[in-house]
T-cell receptor, first 115, second 116 residues
Framework: DTEVTQTPKHLVMGMTNKKSLKCEQHMGHRAMYWYKQKAKKPPELMFV???????INESVPSRFSPECPNSSLLNLHLHALQPEDSALYLC??????????????FGPGTRLTVL | DQQVKQNSPSLSVQEGRISILNCDYT??????FLWYKKYPAEGPTFLIS?????DKNEDGRFTVFLNKSAKHLSLHIVPSQPGDSAVYFC???????????????FGTGTLLAVQP
């Protein structure tokens, strides 16, 4: 089983709203990732959590706030977003054992629209 | 600086024939290469991978070839089926690049259309 789940599937929010994206995996993976994908572009890495600690932040604006409450869950808290933040937000997980051959498995994504 | 490049934005192939998708990279530090398939509005699905110590890896209809000296990899799909129609991304990673966790660098993708 290589399933990563994400909720909600679609989200529409105003620029003053606060919302959260959720990601869950039950594969025992210890690394979890947030990516952003705009239309006709490749996924771009935002954050990496390794063993529930933030290990990579790709200079993402503070209006995006990640959280890893436990090894199975990853949240992305959104506040005061801009219309250009509209995109497909993808969560991924991997074993994260420090192995070079560490495959990332992706969830279906949350389609976010900021009005 | 685009470290992983897929120079063909699209490819059209007849059902039953071979599809060859190409990918070039510039960073010699990459250790591990992966191919993902993506349908619209869905997450990428892992297809096949290869480490830098190998030159070929096969899984059913999918074969990935790696030419380290040319910094080039390719994905062969034989025989191609209409259900293979999707965007294919190659990706590369290096532990030395990302630290304790792997940072994947994606190519720009190739849209494969398999005609019945």
């Amino acid at each position: 089983d290589t399933e990563v789940t994400q909720t909600p599937k679609h989200l529409v929010m105003g620029m003053t709203n606060k919302k959260s994206l959720k990601c869950e995996q039950h594969m025992g993976h210890r690394a979890m990732y947030w990516y952003k994908q705009k239309a006709k572009k490749p996924p771009e890495l935002m954050f990496v959590y390794s063993y529930e600690k933030l290990s990579i932040n790709e200079s993402v604006p503070s209006r995006f706030s990640p959280e890893c409450p436990n090894s199975s869950l990853l949240n992305l808290h959104l506040h005061a977003l801009q219309p250009e933040d509209s995109a497909l937000y993808l969560c991924a997980s991997s074993q994260g054992l420090g192995s070079v051959f560490d495959t990332q498995y992706f969830g279906p994504g949350t389609r976010l629209t900021v009005l | 600086d685009q470290q992983v490049k897929q120079n063909s934005p699209s490819l059209s192939v007849q059902e039953g024939r071979i599809s060859i998708l190409n990918c070039d990279y510039t960073n010699s530090m990459f250790d591990y290469f992966l191919w993902y398939k993506k349908y619209p509005a869905e997450g990428p699905t892992f297809l096949i991978s290869i480490s830098s110590i190998k030159d070929k890896n096969e899984d059913g209809r999918f074969t990935v070839f790696l030419n380290k000296s040319a910094k080039h990899l390719s994905l062969h799909i034989v025989p191609s089926q209409p259900g293979d129609s999707a965007v294919y991304f190659c990706a590369a990673s290096s532990l030395r690049y990302g630290g304790a966790t792997n940072k994947l660098i994606f190519g720009t993708g190739t849209l494969l259309a398999v005609q019945p």
